[in-house]
């Protein structure tokens, strides 16, 4: 099982940047997705998340700003951040609760990091 993160980039202030997470693999079925960043000397955050049956969550810095959104038959997790600020600068990685086969045994999955900047 893989998750590839897309879509970080360098962006000004006020900007907008979508980020994309494609899990891959031999997958029973994924439960919750969600975003998470980490700034330099910073602890990881939990940005956003989406169960599989739509239930959301927002960290009270990214709401009215940030939407997350899923397309179950593709095992995909996009955020749509607008309005970005200095502030938001950090990696973001993509996170899946999900249960792989064979095993079926429920885990959580991590993507690798995407880079996003924001500049003043």
């Known amino acids: 099982v893989q998750l590839q993160a897309y879509g970080g980039g360098l962006v000004q202030a006020g900007e907008s940047l979508r980020l994309s997470c494609a899990a891959s693999g031999s997958i029973f079925s994924i439960n919750a997705m969600g975003w998470y960043r980490q700034a330099p000397g910073k602890e990881r955050e939990l940005v956003a998340a989406?169960?599989?049956?739509?239930?959301?969550y927002y960290a009270d810095s990214v709401k009215g700003r940030f939407t997350i959104s899923r397309d179950n038959a593709k095992n995909t997790v996009y955020l749509q951040m607008n309005s970005l600020k200095p502030e938001d600068t950090a990696v973001y990685y993509c996170?899946?609760?999900?249960?792989?086969?064979?095993?079926?045994?429920?885990?959580?999955?991590w993507g690798q990091g995407t880079q996003v900047t924001v500049s003043s």
């Open positions: 996170n899946a609760d999900l249960v792989p086969m064979p095993t079926m045994i429920e885990g959580s999955y």
């Open positions: 989406i169960t599989s049956v739509g239930s959301i």
